[in-house]
């Protein structure tokens, strides 16, 4: 059986989204009144690499149940091109597992500077992004010392559903939000079964990764997972555009 630094953390999991969430309650609720009373027209999220794919999952969660216009960021217009972003009717989130991103960090003071609502999802307290959002969101992942970031980027998207259940009221989402931990752990006992089905894919060096909906941002990870993990060229395709 692998005993990766991966595997061990991903064993983590249960008791990280517990963590997360129990621990994000108050903050969640305080930043929904907030976002509520203000009333925003769009919300903007700025991430890089995993937690970009979090935030393209909070995308899907956020225009499906709460109605609201969600955007992804491209960082660059502000740090190499000096753009002259419009962010005052905004929500600007920035998630980033270290908090250390100083290009995400540029959206959040943009954001500050027009007057927008600003937050930020990372697992760093006192990280850079955190000091610079008005509100932040810990993942209380502890330390992730594996390359391929697992536990980060599951406490990432259940932060950002529970913001949705906030905002909607959608009765779905919060019976899920009561089941996740429970899931994670089902699923971790299969880990032996998993262990067998995923010996037929040992020798191939290229594969294609379809899904559609809420899934399409897992894919996208699942792609860098399999890059990062075995060097074997991996793509991820909306199964929408992958049939076009």
Known sequence: ??????????????????????????????????????NPAFLLFAARGTSCNAAKFGKYLFETYVGMPVSIAAPSVLTRYDGRLKLSDAVVIGVSQSGAAEDVCSLIDRGNRDGALTAA???????????????HLNCHAQKENSLAATKTFLAQMALLTALAARLSGETKLFHLLEQLSDLASSILGRTEE?????????FMNECFILARGVNYPVALEFAIKIQ??????SHAFSVANFTH
């Open 1 to 38: 059986m692998n005993n990766s630094i991966m595997l061990r953390e991903i064993e983590e999991e249960p008791g990280v989204l517990e963590r997360c969430l129990g621990e994000n309650k108050v903050l969640v609720d305080a930043l929904a009144d907030d976002i509520r009373v203000r």
């Open 121 to 135: 999802i990372t697992n760093t307290e006192g990280s850079l992004l955190a000091q610079h959002a008005q509100y």
């Open 194 to 202: 998993i262990s067998r089905l995923v010996n037929r894919y040992r």
């Open 228 to 233: 990062e993990t075995s060097f074997i060229r």
